[in-house]
């Protein structure tokens, strides 16, 4: 791993005191000097025929619009993976917990499914708030969190592993693509908390080094629902385009409103990184058709492997359901974590970290590797547009996976952002 391993951890503790989070309140930190190599004992039972993992996600609250399918995608995983046999011979016991939109809770629910239920591994979160709430609980307990969701990058955790995008992999190629379809200015909208923060301190500086003028920020508590002052400002600033880091169902508010006052994907676009084909439903398709998205998967995705997917998804949920970028990341999540199992022919954390440097797996959005330094996976760009049915339609790929670089060591006007 990187040598800023204790850097990174401050930098987290940061974010935590940022959303007045205690540390108490998400267990022991690793690098305490009091608990410094103390992490808790594991308590995984592998002796029967069966073996624990956790789900945690958004089944209440705000952010419940985006969570309760990608604990679909994973109920899924998790089915089809105990009806071939199981991991490593042992059918997988899945112990459910409700994050409830709350960060204390998922630090909460993350303590209990690790020391009470004894889980060999955890499946879920979604902001980064809920992330980084649940780091510590991760590394003093030296348990495995497999987190579904693009995020801003500017982390990385031997407890974690990243199975959707980081900036590279998402919020740079949006904003190469803006810049290539002519945008010199951009106004920036995102929910108040840490995602959207980080990532609008990145879109400033690649930004200042392209040329492109910010000419608004604005940022709506998580579930706020009255953007008539915000939009108005989109509307007034007249910036080429909007970059949206909103979160859960405030987009769909945010959206109406825009219709509202007449802006349109064609005099104002918004690039959105948070919205794919589940909020779509929710926000409704005419207040949203032919916005661009940026993400890695799309229901649209013409592969075998994909084909599949989407046929076993609406087979088991139903004919009107769709499947989006978050929820097929955690049903690849689950199946990278029994390979690494299997390669690794142990559920033991330290066992699967070492094995997991190359793993691959045919996922729904393409072939995907893990980087067993950074524990993120590589990852196919795609720029998108919302259709009349709901859909997403890719308009723009990076054509193959891009490597991951979530500290942007490879861009020199990132250099110093994650200090």
Request: net charge negative.
């Amino acid at each position: 791993m990187r040598s800023a391993k204790r850097l990174r951890r401050a930098l987290a503790g940061v974010a935590l005191l940022s959303m007045g989070l205690g540390i108490a309140a998400c267990g022991a930190r690793v690098d305490d000097e009091a608990d410094a190599g103390a992490a808790a004992a594991s308590c995984v039972d592998t002796s029967g025929d069966s073996v624990k993992i956790g789900f945690l996600n958004s089944r209440s609250g705000t952010m419940a619009i985006s969570e309760n399918t990608v604990y679909n995608s994973l109920a899924m995983a998790a089915e089809e993976i105990n009806e071939a046999g199981g991991v490593l011979g042992k059918q997988l016991e899945v112990v459910a917990e409700d994050g409830a939109s709350e960060p204390t809770i998922f630090a909460e629910k993350a303590e209990k499914l690790i020391r009470a239920d004894c889980v060999a591994a955890v499946f879920g979160g979604w902001t980064s708030s809920s992330r980084k709430a649940m780091l510590p609980v991760f590394e003093s307990n030296d348990a495995l969190l497999f987190y579904p969701v693009q995020y801003e990058g500017l982390e990385s955790s031997e407890n974690i592993f990243y199975s959707g995008a980081t900036t590279n992999q998402q919020i740079v190629p949006a904003l190469d693509y803006l810049k290539e379809q002519g945008a010199t200015s951009l106004f920036l909208v995102g929910s108040d908390y840490v995602f959207p923060q980080t990532a609008n301190k990145i879109i400033k500086a690649y930004a200042e080094a392209n040329g492109i003028e910010i000419l608004g920020e604005e940022y709506a508590p998580l579930g706020h629902t009255d953007f008539s002052t915000i939009v108005s400002k989109v509307r007034d600033a007249g910036a080429d385009a909007v970059f949206n880091t909103l979160n859960g169902d405030s987009n769909v508010a945010f959206f109406k409103e825009y219709k509202s006052l007449g802006l349109t994907p064609d005099t104002m676009p918004v690039l959105s990184v948070s919205i794919a084909e589940e909020e779509v439903g929710g926000i409704g398709v005419d207040n949203i058709v032919g916005q661009p998205v940026a993400w890695n998967y799309y229901q649209t995705i013409d592969s075998p492997e994909n084909a599949e997917f989407v046929a076993a998804f609406k087979a088991r949920y139903g004919d009107d359901k769709v499947t989006s970028d978050p929820m097929e990341a955690a049903y690849t999540s689950l199946y990278l974590w029994k390979a690494m199992v299997e390669k690794a022919d142990s559920f033991a954390v330290p066992d699967v970290q070492a094995a997991a440097d190359g793993v691959t797996f045919d996922a729904p959005e393409g072939t995907v590797t893990v980087n067993g330094d950074n524990h993120h996976i590589a990852k196919t760009a795609l720029i998108g547009k919302i259709g009349p049915d709901g859909l997403i339609y890719t308009e723009w790929s990076s054509g193959e996976p891009i490597e991951p670089d979530p500290y942007l060591e490879s861009y020199p006007w990132a250099s110093g952002l994650a200090g």
